[in-house]
């Protein structure tokens, strides 16, 4: 039975690319994300390029919901051996840590650090046993290098990322990997790129960068699991 590759908060941008990457080596891929009628159109874009996929529509604000939609994908394909986690769209804003209230952190906490959680809860027993599986989390440049007046999902980012390198060094005698992908530019053909952009100066100024090239990141770092995080670019900088 071929691998699965289930990709949480899939899209136009990173999420289809990481989608082809891992198809053209016959990963089957389970996508991810609240719009039902966008995540058709992937599907069928990734069918005629041979690459099987299906929608499976969520809210990923909603962790208590993630054990039931972990089994719908393994109805739906038998098992699944790679996560891709990244949901950030353009309603995740940032916030200038001088305005930022508790009210924004608790609202970012369960799509950012909650459900990561719960989805590698509800993977890892079917992963240890196995002796394989990896979870590959993607974050904003703000989890690992505070910026000002690029605060909010930051500190809430910056939490998965501590609890992804712990997770890594525990798992490291286990088959199972875990890596994160942190990005300092803005995704091209994604939603973020376009919201965000138009409403911040700051990042107007970032770079932009071709998903493809992501996507051959976690190809990468899946297949050679020698690194815990990987950043896009090293030392990115805004104007």
Do not use: C
Request: hydrophobic letters at 45%; aromatic letters at 8%.
């Amino acid at each position: 039975m071929s691998k699965v590759i289930a990709i949480f908060g899939a899209g136009t941008g990173l999420g289809v690319s990481v989608a082809r990457r891992f198809g053209r080596e016959g990963f089957r891929v389970a996508l991810v994300a609240r719009r039902k009628d966008r995540l058709d159109a992937l599907v069928e874009q990734l069918a005629g390029e041979g690459i099987e996929a299906a929608a499976f529509s969520a809210d990923l604000s909603k962790p208590d919901e993630v054990p039931v939609l972990a089994a719908a994908i393994r109805d739906r394909f038998g098992r699944i051996d790679v996560v891709e986690y990244g949901p950030i769209g353009g309603e995740q804003g940032f916030t200038p840590a001088a305005e930022l209230d508790a009210a924004t952190l608790e609202g970012l906490i369960p799509l950012l650090l909650l459900t990561p959680v719960e989805v590698v809860r509800a993977v890892l027993p079917e992963w240890t046993e196995r002796g394989d599986g990896a979870f590959l989390l993607t974050q904003g440049y703000s989890a690992v290098q505070p910026m000002p007046h690029l605060s909010g999902v930051g500190p809430v980012m910056s939490a998965a990322r501590n609890y992804l390198y712990s997770l890594n060094a525990e798992l490291a005698d286990t088959g199972v990997y875990a890596g994160t992908l942190s990005i300092g530019a803005m995704i091209a053909r994604s939603e973020i790129a376009e919201v965000a952009v138009a409403a911040s100066e700051e990042l107007a100024a970032f770079p932009v960068v071709d998903p493809d090239d992501l996507a051959a990141y976690y190809w990468d770092m899946y297949t050679k699991r020698d690194r815990v995080e990987q950043l896009h670019p090293e030392q990115p900088t805004a104007g």
